[in-house]
């Protein structure tokens, strides 16, 4: 079965009792049981949940996993991740990753025992420098937000497997659509469902999905322990978006392309940063692991003022913080994502004031192609 069949079937059966062919929204909070002992396999809506369940499978299948498992945001779901390591345990992680991700690793877990270690993952060699005998996961997201840079997941796998550490990849940007690191060797993926598997700006959740039995015992046991799940209508929401994620996906990919061979040509654009060019300097990797390029592109415009005369004079893109949406958005990593990242570490990665994000959506690329245009001309 092919990935769009997939997304439009697996896990959305008609419905057994009344054949409706849209996964009922179990609004409950418990299930009656037939007697002390006896249940339905039903209990309580933290543990079990229908319509979880069948985003779950859904996700699941799209990833080419054998589990998945809903939370309640993005970062919940890092974070359970995370409860899967000792107090004591390493983790190497990649330099230029979402702030939230590093946010929680510096100011939470490190506070339970965890160690940190952030390296430039665009060489696997610089991963294995890293390695120590306290190294328990290598944790990367590729593409990067906001640089766009990758990694190479073939490789670092291998660096994963020889020193039997798990290997998690944030998966957000690209969606399974565009890579599947489960098929590349890593063990987990995250991905913040509130961006394009959402698609449409109205939910915020998170899901991990992974090929491994062991690990899947494990993060079950995890989330009910935890709680950090999503309520059932958010999951009844992603089932409808997950029917078209293929169809957005292209879309998203098709105007980014046309936006960033623009911007890249542009006088008032200093770097452009985006996989899918062939000035991008991964562009071979990004052709050999993702089947697209997908929808963000990163902008370099030099200063905080042309950063925001910009921004301001938009009228289709929206200035606001997340990603993914239908809807074209841009962002200003310094002031939004990022501001939890030290200066000096920005700096060094190229999250500079000028610095701006956009997440393409699927209007009429004529009309984000003028409205870009005629917001370059107020700088």
């Known amino acids: 079965m092919k990935f769009s069949t997939k997304a439009i079937h697996v896990g959305q059966e008609p419905e057994s009792v009344t054949g409706a062919v849209t996964v009922p929204l179990f609004?409950?909070?418990?299930?009656?049981?037939?007697?002390?002992?006896?249940?339905?396999?039903?209990?309580?809506?933290?543990?079990?949940?229908?319509?979880?369940?069948?985003?779950e499978e859904n996700l699941a299948a799209l990833e080419e996993g054998i589990a998945a498992f809903a939370f309640g945001s993005g970062t919940a779901a890092v974070d359970t991740v995370m409860?899967?390591?000792?107090?004591?345990?390493?983790?190497?992680?990649?330099?230029?990753?979402?702030?939230?991700?590093?946010?929680?690793?510096?100011?939470?877990?490190?506070?339970?025992?965890?160690?940190?270690?952030?390296?430039?993952?665009?060489?696997?060699?610089n991963v294995a420098k890293a390695v120590t005998d306290r190294t328990a996961m290598i944790y990367t997201e590729t593409p990067t937000n906001p640089m766009m840079t990758l990694t190479d997941l073939?490789?670092?796998?291998?660096?994963?497997?020889?020193?039997?550490?798990?290997?998690?990849?944030?998966?957000?940007?690209?969606?399974?659509?565009?890579?599947?690191?489960?098929?590349?060797?890593?063990?987990?993926?995250?991905?913040?469902?509130?961006?394009?598997?959402?698609?449409?700006?109205d939910l915020v959740s998170g899901i991990v999905a992974t090929n491994r039995d062991d690990i899947a015992e494990r993060l079950k046991f995890l989330q009910n322990a935890v709680g950090a799940v999503p309520g059932p209508f958010e999951c009844w929401l992603?089932?409808?978006?997950?029917?078209?994620?293929?169809?957005?996906?292209?879309?998203?990919?098709?105007?980014?392309?046309?936006?960033?061979a623009y911007c890249a040509s542009h006088p008032r654009v200093q770097v452009t940063h985006y996989p899918g060019l062939p000035s991008h300097p991964q562009h071979a990797l990004a052709q050999r692991q993702m089947s697209g390029f997908g929808g963000m592109i990163s902008i370099e415009l030099g200063s905080l003022a042309a950063a925001t005369a910009f921004t301001k004079a938009l009228k289709v893109f929206t200035l606001a913080e997340s990603l993914g949406g239908v809807e074209s958005l841009v962002c200003h990593p310094v002031?939004?994502?990022h501001g939890s990242i030290p200066k000096e570490q920005r700096d060094r990665l190229g999250v500079t004031e000028g610095l701006v994000r956009l997440s393409v959506g699927i209007e009429d690329v004529e009309d984000l192609l003028a409205d870009l245009e005629q917001a370059f001309q107020h700088i």
């Open 335 to 337: 002031s939004m994502t």
């Open 238 to 260: 992603l089932l409808r978006s997950s029917k078209t994620l293929a169809v957005r996906m292209d879309r998203h990919q098709s105007n980014a392309m046309q936006i960033a």
């Open 83 to 125: 409860r899967l390591l000792n107090a004591g345990d390493h983790v190497i992680m990649a330099e230029d990753m979402y702030g939230g991700t590093y946010r929680l690793a510096t100011k939470v877990l490190e506070r339970f025992g965890l160690t940190f270690s952030f390296v430039d993952m665009r060489d696997p060699a």
């Open 154 to 201: 073939v490789e670092v796998a291998k660096v994963a497997r020889q020193h039997g550490v798990l290997m998690v990849v944030d998966n957000t940007f690209a969606s399974p659509y565009f890579q599947r690191p489960l098929t590349l060797g890593a063990d987990i993926v995250v991905h913040s469902a509130t961006k394009y598997l959402g698609g449409h700006s």
């Open 27 to 55: 609004q409950t909070s418990t299930y009656a049981q037939i007697e002390i002992g006896k249940h339905t396999g039903f209990e309580y809506a933290r543990t079990q949940n229908p319509t979880r369940f069948a985003w």
